[in-house]
């Protein structure tokens, strides 16, 4: 084994603490004051380093990278890869503009702090999780995730507390599974979901070595020729992996916060809604997105309005 230390690049928006508390799905696990994640790299995806992601100085955050082997020729791609998932290099000077004026985003980020949520480090982990989400609640999607790690996943050389790290299965060993073994890990109806994804990206050779090339646009039709991916579906895993290129994602938690907070109406349409956000926010949508539904209905309180959901960001 080889281990690596890294200095990831930082601005003064980065805040860990968020990071380090919200959104922490399997295969990302909280470890006292890190965050430990296994990434895969390589040029078919079969080799995996784990990383584990501690904020040294308010202004630094640093990572052990643990390679499998003797060399660690991966750790610029490692590097990349952190770079990505954490949005270390979001303008975010860009969204402190479009909050002046705007109380209620102005209350959420000074509640969350400048920062995104975690992207997913390939396109086919998120459209797991997009797929786990479906017709539930957002905190069901942590245990999902966790049990499809350690039932199909590689197990790593790393611990959190006294428990094994595994990393994210491949396409390949999720479509070997059969449709009990899915269920199993408490996907219940998504198992024919996720099994179909599997296969059809194993038929297809998907790496993320190779797709993370292609820009959203060419993607977003490549996912919508698996059966059971739709348009929402597609738009979203994307969005969550390359950060950027799909459509806003309005599902009914995002209609009821946006119709309750900005249009005095918490059964507004979804139609409604996603033009709202369109010509508000633009191209920031997501990120923004991601601040008005992280805790939602605590920042809300000293605003004196309420939603009518509860932010899954905490497990």
């Not at 696990?29 to 380093?49: H, K, S, T």
């Amino acid at each position: 084994m080889t281990l690596r230390r890294l200095e990831l690049p930082v601005d003064r928006h980065v805040d860990f603490t968020h990071a380090l508390e919200t959104y922490v799905i399997y295969p990302w696990v909280q470890d006292g004051e890190e965050l430990v994640r296994p990434i895969r790299f390589g040029a078919n995806d079969a080799q995996i380093a784990t990383v584990r992601i501690r904020q040294t100085a308010p202004d630094r955050l640093e990572a052990n990278v643990q390679f499998g082997g003797s060399s660690s020729h991966g750790l610029s791609e490692v590097c990349d890869t952190l770079v990505r998932c954490l949005q270390l290099d979001y303008p975010y000077d860009e969204i402190e503009s479009l909050a002046a004026g705007d109380a209620v985003l102005t209350a959420a980020l000074r509640h969350r702090g400048l920062g995104g949520g975690k992207l997913y480090p390939d396109l086919f982990e998120a459209l797991c999780g997009v797929i786990c989400a479906q017709r539930t609640r957002f905190a069901r999607i942590y245990g999902m995730m966790r049990k499809l790690a350690e039932s199909f996943g590689d197990r790593t050389c790393e611990t959190a507390g006294s428990e094994p790290v595994y990393a994210f299965p491949t396409p390949a060993q999720l479509a070997a599974a059969i449709d009990e073994e899915l269920r199993t890990c408490g996907v219940g109806f998504r198992a024919r979901a996720l099994s179909s994804a599997a296969t059809h990206l194993a038929d297809n050779h998907y790496t993320w070595h190779r797709w993370k090339t292609f820009k959203p646009a060419e993607v977003i039709p490549n996912l919508l020729g698996i059966r059971g991916v739709g348009p929402y579906t597609a738009n979203l895993a994307v969005n969550l992996t390359y950060g950027s290129g799909g459509s806003a994602h309005v599902d009914s938690y995002v209609t009821n916060v946006i119709g309750s907070l900005y249009l005095n109406n918490p059964n507004a349409s979804p139609d409604n809604v996603g033009r709202f956000i369109d010509q508000r926010w633009g191209k920031h949508a997501e990120p923004v997105l991601d601040l008005l539904t992280t805790d939602t209905e605590t920042w809300v309180a000293e605003l004196g309005m309420t939603v009518g959901v509860r932010s899954g960001a905490r497990a």
